[in-house]
């Protein structure tokens, strides 16, 4: 997969990521909005080129409040997020370019107010989706918002994951219908943060191909 070119879609106009990137920058605002006063942090998960966060950031009045890092392992996507946040003015938004499974790539940042997890779960096995949204109570302030995307394709994960991030204190906030054609979800924290452990890796990220092959085996065993 060349995680540069999967962008492009983004650009296609009526595209289903074009839709899905509108319901995810709608959710980052708000959460923004909802924000307390202050300093205010935020955490990118597999940020890609920053589309999530970076166009919101630059025309949002609480802009000069937000530290926030996206950390992205392409690195021609990592070149062009820096230079899509130094174009907008953000010089607190820092792109590193890491594993983002890895908890000791948030270490100093966490708990944040916003925790952006993009174009994630739709990679995963479903065993490390629950494991991730595990891992969130340790990344997440109190109050604090996580968005989140997944497709809706059968089996639809979605209600499923709804009932994870319940299981570990967070109250729904919004969700996409199924009927949008992608699957896009904000949850808020209602309880404390715990010690982000060191040194652990929430998820292995298996891309299209061997995912369908993973869950051919699990079905045909």
């Given at each position: 997969?060349?995680?540069?070119?999967?962008?492009?879609?983004?650009?296609?106009?009526?595209?289903?990521?074009?839709?899905?990137?509108?319901?995810?920058?709608?959710?980052?605002?708000?959460?923004?909005?909802?924000?307390?006063?202050?300093?205010?942090?935020?955490?990118?998960?597999?940020?890609?080129?920053?589309?999530?966060?970076v166009p919101v950031l630059a025309e949002h009045p609480r802009r000069d409040d937000v530290r926030a890092r996206l950390v992205e392992l392409d690195p021609a996507n990592?070149?062009?997020?820096?230079?899509?946040?130094?174009?907008?003015?953000?010089?607190?938004?820092?792109?590193?370019?890491?594993?983002?499974?890895?908890?000791?790539?948030?270490?100093?940042?966490?708990?944040?107010?916003?925790?952006?997890?993009?174009?994630?779960?739709?990679?995963?096995?479903?065993?490390?989706?629950?494991?991730?949204?595990?891992?969130?109570?340790?990344?997440?302030?109190?109050g604090g918002t996580v968005v989140w995307t997944r497709h809706r394709e059968e089996p639809d994960l979605v209600p499923r994951i709804r009932t994870w991030f319940e299981?570990?204190?967070?109250?729904?906030?919004?969700?996409?219908?199924?009927?949008?054609?992608?699957?896009?979800?904000?949850?808020?924290?209602?309880?404390?943060?715990?010690?982000?452990?060191?040194?652990?890796?929430?998820?292995?990220?298996?891309?299209?191909?061997?995912?369908?092959?993973?869950?051919?085996?699990?079905?045909?065993?």
């Open positions: 997969m060349d995680w540069n070119e999967w962008h492009d879609e983004y650009d296609r106009p009526g595209s289903g990521l074009a839709r899905r990137l509108v319901a995810v920058q709608e959710r980052v605002s708000a959460a923004l909005d909802a924000a307390p006063a202050g300093p205010l942090r935020v955490i990118s998960m597999c940020a890609g080129q920053g589309r999530d966060l990592c070149d062009l997020a820096r230079s899509a946040a130094a174009a907008a003015g953000l010089g607190q938004v820092e792109v590193v370019k890491g594993d983002a499974s890895l908890t000791d790539e948030y270490a100093d940042l966490a708990p944040a107010d916003l925790v952006l997890a993009c174009g994630i779960f739709g990679n995963l096995s479903d065993d490390d989706v629950r494991r991730t949204i595990g891992f969130f109570p340790q990344l997440c302030a109190e299981e570990n204190g967070f109250a729904l906030e919004w969700v996409s219908p199924p009927q949008a054609g992608y699957g896009v979800g904000a949850h808020r924290f209602t309880g404390r943060p715990r010690p982000l452990a060191a040194g652990e890796s929430m998820f292995r990220f298996l891309g299209y191909d061997e995912l369908r092959r993973v869950e051919g085996a699990r079905e045909h065993p």
